[in-house]
């Protein structure tokens, strides 16, 4: 892919047009996909970290799995604990211990890995980043400060298109870090970017592998995030874009992926008290994301804002999205039969 970005503008924007062209989506989608690919190949690459690293979250059900049909256009990546020196059981915050010394453990991974992403891994990536790009100019790799944690990194690439007033697709790919998730299980994944199933024939290397978080453990974490939704209380906002975990997790659902999941009951065990220690609420309710109580759907006084949210992503499916009352359909009557026992 090396090869490819020193083309000339000129060059590489036929590409993306031509490949956006066939896939019926926008050029700035079809080049923001080459770049969230190239960035995720050039961290697992890095020396003494990359070996740290799994991929998770939308963009690998898209990238690494192909089970949504959607545009995820930031990165979504955990360091591993055990690499940052906490990998024993008196560093550990899932031992039998006080909630304030919970506390302070998950305090002091939080600031192992700002230092690792702030005083390695970024320097690395910089270097990385300019080796290959050359003197091209117009690019950055900074640390995100909408991110108070410090653990997300904003690389601005050098966009070959137009610039587009208001665009939803900004040119630049948002890696988002941490060390609090868990990487098991987790498979080894083929990833390559659109323009390069187009034109293999332009590329001296058209894909490369990464270490993924499995699509059933990546289930049960967005069905227990929509079972925390469904509990928010009325005075809290939710977070932009949340629509999408209600399409993403239909989506499995209708792959079958969720019911390959209940197949592992103790993988939604290990999730729900893996959020309780790293991810506490006092409103979530995970102690009742068991089978019987589990809550896919939103609150109904959720649903219209939460429509509003999902029209404001049209430009980011590939298809012909399915209307959010279908989402909703799918999840209540998954929801349903799992409740009931009717899905082991």
């Given at each position: 892919?090396?090869?490819?970005?020193?083309?000339?503008?000129?060059?590489?924007?036929?590409?993306?047009?031509?490949?956006?062209?066939?896939?019926?989506?926008?050029?700035?989608i079809i080049e923001?996909?080459?770049?969230?690919?190239?960035?995720?190949?050039?961290?697992?690459?890095?020396?003494?970290?990359?070996?740290?690293?799994?991929?998770?979250?939308?963009?690998?059900?898209?990238?690494?799995?192909?089970?949504?049909?959607?545009?995820?256009?930031?990165?979504?990546?955990?360091?591993?604990?055990?690499?940052?020196?906490?990998?024993?059981?008196?560093?550990?915050?899932?031992?039998?211990?006080?909630?304030?010394?919970?506390?302070?453990?998950?305090?002091?991974?939080?600031?192992?890995?700002?230092?690792?992403?702030?005083?390695?891994?970024?320097?690395?990536?910089?270097?990385?980043?300019?080796?290959?790009?050359?003197?091209?100019?117009?690019?950055?790799?900074?640390?995100?400060?909408?991110?108070?944690?410090?653990?997300?990194?904003?690389?601005?690439?050098?966009?070959?298109?137009?610039?587009?007033?208001?665009?939803?697709?900004?040119?630049?790919?948002?890696?988002?870090?941490?060390?609090?998730?868990?990487?098991?299980?987790?498979?080894?994944?083929?990833?390559?970017?659109?323009?390069?199933?187009?034109?293999?024939?332009?590329?001296?290397?058209?894909?490369?592998?990464?270490?993924?978080?499995?699509?059933?453990?990546?289930?049960?974490?967005?069905?227990?995030?929509?079972?925390?939704?469904?509990?928010?209380?009325?005075?809290?906002?939710?977070?932009?874009?949340?629509?999408?975990?209600?399409?993403?997790?239909?989506?499995?659902?209708?792959?079958?992926?969720?019911?390959?999941?209940?197949?592992?009951?103790?993988?939604?065990?290990?999730?729900?008290?893996?959020?309780?220690?790293?991810?506490?609420s006092g409103w979530?309710?995970?102690?009742?994301?068991?089978?019987?109580?589990?809550?896919?759907?939103?609150?109904?006084?959720?649903?219209?804002?939460?429509?509003?949210?999902?029209?404001?992503?049209?430009?980011?499916?590939?298809?012909?999205?399915?209307?959010?009352?279908?989402?909703?359909?799918?999840?209540?009557?998954?929801?349903?039969?799992?409740?009931?026992?009717?899905?082991?």
């Amino acid at each position: 892919m090396d090869r490819f970005i020193r083309l000339s503008d000129d060059e590489r924007r036929r590409y993306f047009v031509q490949t956006a062209e066939q896939m019926r989506l926008s050029p700035q989608i079809i080049e923001k996909d080459f770049w969230v690919c190239w960035t995720l190949r050039e961290l697992f690459a890095l020396p003494n970290i990359g070996s740290m690293l799994i991929f998770k979250g939308g963009t690998s059900l898209s990238k690494a799995y192909r089970l949504i049909e959607r545009f995820s256009e930031d990165v979504d990546v955990s360091l591993d604990r055990a690499g940052l020196g906490f990998g024993d059981e008196s560093s550990n915050p899932e031992s039998d211990i006080s909630g304030k010394e919970r506390k302070r453990r998950i305090d002091r991974i939080k600031a192992a890995c700002q230092n690792k992403i702030s005083n390695e891994l970024r320097p690395m990536m910089i270097k990385a980043i300019g080796a290959a790009l050359g003197d091209a100019q117009g690019w950055s790799l900074t640390i995100d400060e909408g991110d108070p944690d410090r653990q997300t990194l904003l690389y601005a690439y050098p966009s070959s298109l137009p610039e587009k007033t208001g665009a939803y697709i900004r040119p630049a790919v948002k890696v988002e870090m941490g060390a609090r998730s868990d990487h098991w299980p987790s498979d080894q994944v083929r990833i390559m970017p659109y323009v390069v199933e187009r034109f293999p024939a332009a590329f001296e290397a058209p894909d490369f592998i990464v270490k993924v978080l499995t699509a059933e453990r990546t289930f049960w974490e967005k069905a227990t995030l929509l079972h925390a939704e469904y509990h928010r209380p009325p005075d809290k906002e939710i977070p932009l874009r949340l629509s999408r975990h209600y399409y993403d997790t239909s989506r499995l659902i209708l792959s079958g992926i969720g019911e390959k999941a209940t197949d592992h009951p103790e993988l939604l065990q290990r999730v729900v008290e893996h959020k309780k220690v790293f991810f506490p609420s006092g409103w979530a309710h995970y102690e009742e994301a068991i089978q019987g109580k589990l809550r896919l759907t939103p609150h109904p006084g959720r649903i219209r804002q939460l429509e509003e949210d999902y029209d404001k992503m049209r430009e980011m499916f590939f298809a012909e999205r399915p209307a959010f009352a279908e989402l909703l359909r799918i999840l209540e009557e998954w929801e349903t039969h799992f409740n009931q026992g009717a899905i082991r």
